[in-house]
């Protein structure tokens, strides 16, 4: 995810882009309202398997959902579901959840083995990720991946590239949907660094500085992610509560990023939150959507750049109108994400 591996991955981004605003586009000819959460699923299953693996799951061109996503999908809310039930329960009752969750699980195996196995067939080199498990060697033991841990790893990026960066967007179209001065202030940013058309340069992504904080304060109210965990090194004090070492916080994003520092209402969307004299005066710690410490998102910069480009892509073409009467349902699947979110798009 270095600056020079990010332009490479520019391009392959667009082109899913301008695929998601294709079927934007039909649906808004037709007056039709898109199911964001969906589109936005796509968009992000589609740019991590070409960025990540140079493999086109063609999201928009199929009439029914891959099958990776859908054994996805399921697998993430089963693991969510029987993490916190009751063993013993789960063994009596639970039977066809699990033996479906290993279906999922199978699924997903083979797909990520078929693609392996496709690229050392092909012998073909193209600077991904892939490319990067399949060839490097660790400086100090001189070993490589095996195909077991490959495979693994190709998994966790299809997952975590996908879910969480597929939730911000969902988010993110949810408060511009509400918010038309925030589409205006944007729109007049987009305008001014890119123009009213043509196609959004690598360098000018991060010149979108008002996209940038739209992307930040969705963030804050609805982290893909609802938290992380610390393990007490030695006993403190928190909160009034003596915790002994070993002891383990959750630390709960959602409150965190609505506590008091942040000012009045923090239930407010307001990306001027992120300007930068409002940051300064804000202590670093009180926004952590990425996690914390050597753990902490490793994709940051590849969602942050894939976020910022579908938004700006978005917003000089749209203008978005909710669904009446519909209020926000959050969902959890291991990630948070919006549930049953529709607009109306309206072409400029």
Not at 70 to 97: H, K, Q, T, V, W
Not at 131 to 153: A, C, F, K, W, Y
Request: charged share 30%; with cysteine.
């Amino acid at each position: 995810f270095s600056q020079a591996a990010m332009r490479g991955y520019h391009d392959s981004m667009l082109t899913v882009v301008d695929r998601l605003v294709d079927s934007w586009d039909t649906a808004a000819a037709g007056g039709e309202y898109v199911d964001v959460p969906k589109s936005m699923t796509s968009l992000t299953f589609d740019v991590i398997g070409r960025c990540g693996f140079s493999y086109d799951f063609d999201s928009f061109g199929r009439t029914e959902p891959d099958p990776f996503i859908a054994a996805m999908s399921r697998a993430l809310e089963y693991i969510n579901r029987s993490s916190n039930d009751i063993p013993i329960l789960r063994a009596l009752f639970g039977r066809s959840a699990r033996e479906q969750h290993e279906r999922d699980i199978a699924l997903m195996q083979e797909t990520v083995d078929r693609i392996v196995e496709e690229r050392m067939r092909s012998g073909e080199q193209h600077g991904d990720l892939l490319d990067l498990m399949m060839h490097t060697v660790d400086p100090d033991t001189g070993e490589q991946l095996d195909r077991e841990s490959i495979r693994n790893q190709v998994l966790t990026f299809l997952v975590a590239g996908n879910e969480t960066t597929a939730a911000t967007l969902g988010f993110a179209v949810h408060f511009l949907s509400r918010h038309p001065e925030v589409v205006a202030k944007a729109r007049a940013e987009i305008t001014e660094v890119v123009g009213a058309d043509g196609r959004i340069g690598y360098e000018q992504v991060a010149k979108l500085r008002y996209v940038r904080r739209v992307v930040d304060e969705t963030l804050r109210l609805w982290p893909a992610a609802p938290g992380y965990f610390r393990k007490v090194r030695g006993e403190t004090t928190l909160g009034g509560r003596t915790l002994p070492k070993g002891s383990w916080v959750f630390v709960l994003l959602p409150q965190l990023h609505r506590d008091p520092l942040w000012g009045d209402d923090p239930e407010r969307f307001d990306p001027d939150r992120f300007a930068p004299e409002a940051v300064r005066k804000r202590p670093a710690h009180i926004f952590k959507p990425w996690g914390t410490g050597i753990r902490a998102c490793i994709g940051r910069q590849f969602a942050l750049h894939e976020a910022v480009l579908t938004l700006a892509s978005l917003i000089r073409r749209y203008d978005f109108a909710p669904e009446p009467g519909y209020e926000l349902d959050v969902h959890e699947a291991i990630t948070l994400k919006p549930r049953g979110l529709k607009v109306r798009l309206s072409r400029l």
